[in-house]
């Protein structure tokens, strides 16, 4: 046990000592082994970090230039890079998503979480108006942003490098001190990147990290804290009321990404094979664990038996198992018990009378991938729009898949949920395209496309899938706070 790795909480600029702190396990979930351990932060940790941040926003920091952060962004957009090989296999440690993933699409979108920051940072100007009065009165308003000072960054296990730079590299652009509690399943990255922020030359207080879980620790103990200025949480849905509520506590901003259970609709006169092939990856990319992934799918009727085999085919197509071979498409879910909870669902959508076309199961894997938390993806056919596989957010690679007759209908079903994150729309008929996506009630609509992210766009979801945009210059509205000055232009003097 001891000579397993620390992977620290990082505190005003100093890596925390195990020695009288807890610690709990870093579990890779592609073999259910033990691979590290991580040093939790207490009560007094999270004090001393928020009196480091807000030391730092006081500082040389809170009162740097755009031009310095710029700077500052770029660099730490070309550490990450330099490191790319070590975030990569951390993240794939503590995911077991496939190496081919996080090379492709975590780590390099991390670092251009930095760089489109830079970019829109450079760009960012002022609003100014010039107020002319009948009266005589000249004056000039304009606005300032200033850093709004210690945000909290809680971030969940599903893209854990990718979702915490996403909440990081604005903050850094306005100023701000940033605390990060990554999830008590995915320890890595974060610690990493204190490395990376170190050599960039980011004062101390600046980026902290906090390990640990979320009731009655870190996560809890930061939320509430009364020295935290602004809270942004990516995660479940219920986990968002709990930190709203610590939030209400001295009114604290929120900016919240949530969950979904989010539905593509395959019209008849889709181009089929580009149907098939965005929706299986749009059910299976990540394990199906995103907040984007497809686990309603509603297929109009004519093409519904032709559209279910061909999903069916490329879902039995993929190939899961060891996370660091190449060829690897499928990793394993993030835990036993997330498992546990997945395969709860595949019970109960046959009790519910669906049928499970594909999958449903764990699978055969060799040692030591026998070892990890992997299910086949599954495909369920015959649910009930009120079947709880249908309405509720499963986070695995699943969807339940149903005929629809009437486009009126597809975007009623569509919508009736409770979540409003995002929705895939797959046809030819371009006036149709348009229609279903603006009555379809989410935050992003795809059309013959899922996952195509720009990150200077608005992102964000209605409903229980979240509350405000961050992605682009949306991000400076809630990482700031804008202050308005009224310079008197007219001589005064005589009046
Ligand atoms: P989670 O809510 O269980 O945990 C997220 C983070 O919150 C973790 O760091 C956890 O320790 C912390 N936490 C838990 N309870 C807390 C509390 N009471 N106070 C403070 N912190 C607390 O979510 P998860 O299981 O890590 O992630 C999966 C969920 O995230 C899914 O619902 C998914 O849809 C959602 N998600 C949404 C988006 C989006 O952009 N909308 C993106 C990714 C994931």
Not at 119 to 148: K, M
Not at 271 to 293: E, F, W
Not at 384 to 407: K, Q
Not at 424 to 435: E, L, M, P, Y
């Amino acid at each position: 046990m001891s000579s397993l790795p620390f992977i620290p909480s990082i505190v005003d600029g100093a890596n925390l000592e195990e020695t009288g702190r807890a610690t709990f396990d870093a579990i890779d979930p592609a073999t259910g082994l033990v691979t590290a351990r991580a040093v939790e932060a207490n009560g007094a940790d999270i004090d001393h970090a928020v009196a480091a941040a807000k030391r730092a926003v006081a500082g040389s920091w809170g009162r740097s230039t755009a031009t310095e952060r710029v700077a500052m962004l770029r660099r730490i957009a070309a550490g990450i890079r330099a490191r790319a090989a070590a975030f990569v296999a951390a993240e794939v440690l503590d995911t077991g998503k496939p190496v081919a993933l996080a090379s492709a699409l975590d780590i390099p979108r991390g670092a251009a979480n930095f760089d489109i920051y830079a970019d829109l940072l450079a760009a960012e100007h002022e609003e100014v108006w010039r107020d002319e009065r009948a009266d005589g009165t000249r004056a000039l308003h304009y606005s300032h942003r200033r850093p709004i000072g210690v945000v909290a960054v809680v971030c969940p296990w599903n893209l854990p490098f990718l979702l915490m730079t996403w909440k990081v590299a604005p903050a850094l652009a306005c100023g701000n001190a940033v605390i990060v509690k990554p999830s008590e399943e995915t320890p890595r990255t974060a610690a990493l990147l204190a490395e990376v922020m170190r050599d960039a030359g980011l004062p101390d207080g600046v980026y902290q990290v906090v390990q640990g879980f979320g009731p009655g620790s870190a996560g809890e103990l930061l939320t509430s804290h009364p020295g935290v200025d602004a809270i942004t949480f990516t995660g479940e849905s219920r986990t968002g009321e709990a930190i709203m509520r610590a939030a209400a506590s001295g009114l604290r901003p929120v900016s919240f990404e949530l969950g979904g259970k989010n539905a593509a609709i395959i019209f008849a006169d889709a181009d089929l094979d580009a149907a098939i092939k965005g929706t299986a990856r749009s059910v299976m990319l990540n394990s199906g664990q995103i907040c984007l992934c497809t686990e309603r799918i509603l297929v109009q009727r004519s093409v519904y038996d032709r559209f279910v085999e061909g999903l069916a085919a490329e879902m039995r197509s993929w190939k899961a198992g060891d996370p660091h071979d190449p060829a690897t498409q499928l990793g394993p879910l993030i835990s036993a018990g997330h498992r546990d909870k997945v395969m709860g669902y595949a019970a109960a959508a046959i009790r519910d009378g669906g049928a499970a076309l594909v999958g449903g199961g764990i699978p055969n894997l060799q040692a030591p991938w026998s070892g990890g938390f992997y299910m086949e993806p599954t495909l369920w056919t015959g649910l009930a729009d009120d079947a709880a596989c249908v309405r509720e957010e499963v986070f695995g690679p699943v969807c339940a898949v149903t005929p629809f007759d009437s486009e009126e209908e597809a975007v009623a079903r569509a919508n009736a949920s409770e979540y409003g994150l995002c929705a895939a729309i797959w046809t030819r008929d371009v006036g149709r395209a348009h229609r279903v996506a603006a009555a379809v009630d989410a935050g992003m609509v795809w059309i013959n496309t899922w996952y195509l992210r720009d990150l200077r766009t608005p992102f964000g979801g209605t409903k229980r899938s979240g509350i405000g945009r961050e992605g682009g210059r949306h991000s400076f509205d809630f990482y700031s706070e804008i202050k308005t000055i009224a310079l008197r232009l007219d001589d005064t003097s005589s009046r």
